[in-house]
């Protein structure tokens, strides 16, 4: 078995979609980045690529190249579960940190958006929220964060 973990952050703006696990949230701002900003499913996809010793998001997506300009990020787990042939994904366990809006009531839809793109139950993806207390940038409302682990096991 093998264990990886991911971190990514995004800073929101005003005017934006705020899409968090595939979900489109309604929301006066959301976050700022090449693709469509998916923190959480960008810090899955990290977890996931840590764990398969894969490298990073950043080095097979990179940000200059135009063809993830905008790209949905449930795409890119589907192109990352693809990568992982020899493991098989035994849970994901992630915390989205984030001040506003209230995002419990999208949990289960984010669990289930992540788990159909990497072909798994929505039972084994787990998604919790959190705020940090107004302390710090997701305190401010200046970004989103978002953590995850990824337990991987070898295909026999
Ligand atoms: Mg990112």
Redesign the pocket.
Known sequence: MRIGQGY???ALSGGLPLILGGVNIPWHSGLL?H?D???LT??VIDALLGAAALGD?GRLFPDTDARYKDVC?LRLLSLVSALLGGYEVLNIDSTVTAQEPKLAPYGREMCENIASSLGVRASQVNVKFTTEEGLGFTGAGLGIAASAVALLRERL
């Open positions: 990514d952050a995004h980045g693709s900003a998916d923190v960008h810090a998001i990020s």
